[in-house]
């Protein structure tokens, strides 16, 4: 099953579930399997106040585009909606919806947390948490390949640097 549609958005708008679903919904498929991420109200102890995201919107909706090609190499799937926002996102909204429709329901499960965790670890989409206290922090994913990359490069440059002055 390779064909069925891809619905990637990348938007400040607020996201809706009921659109998601739409775009996944077919009378071929049994299961329809959704993640919804929304913005929770604290990290580390520290009251977040919102949510803000920012992206490199050609380069993350091309990435998207890849992995929902893994997602159909790898399973069943039917259709595939991927909505992320960006800007603010207050307290208890959606900043990421994915909806996958398959025939059944092992397919659609797999391919969603598939989905999420390659989201994180691989598109150009980057997060702020907003804090009562009037600080924010930008978030590096713990998912994040590029960015781990980077940072073992540094490290091993400083470290190659270190030892050869001593």
């Known amino acids: 099953m390779a064909s069925g549609q891809d619905t990637v958005q990348i938007t400040s708008d607020i996201l809706n579930v009921d659109d998601a679903v739409k775009k996944v919904t077919s009378p071929t498929s049994g299961a329809i399997s959704l993640f919804i991420g929304t913005t929770r109200n604290n990290f580390d102890g520290k009251e977040v106040i919102r949510l803000e995201y920012d992206a490199y919107i050609p380069m993350a909706e ?3 585009k890849k992995i929902c090609q893994v997602m159909r190499q790898r399973w069943e799937v039917e259709h595939i909606a991927v909505f992320h926002r960006i800007g603010h996102v207050p307290i208890s909204e959606s900043s990421v919806i ?5 025939p059944h329901r092992k397919a659609s499960l797999e391919s969603v947390q598939y989905c999420i965790d390659t989201l994180k670890a691989t598109v150009p989409i980057w997060k ?3 804090y009562a206290e009037g600080e924010g922090t930008w978030k590096e994913n713990k998912e994040c390949v590029w960015a781990a990359s980077a940072v073992s490069a540094a490290t091993a440059a400083s470290t190659s640097s270190a030892a050869s002055t001593s």
Do not use: G, P
């Open 98 to 102: 994915i909806a996958v429709s398959s």
């Open 128 to 130: 702020k948490e907003m």
């Open 62 to 64: 091309k990435e998207i």
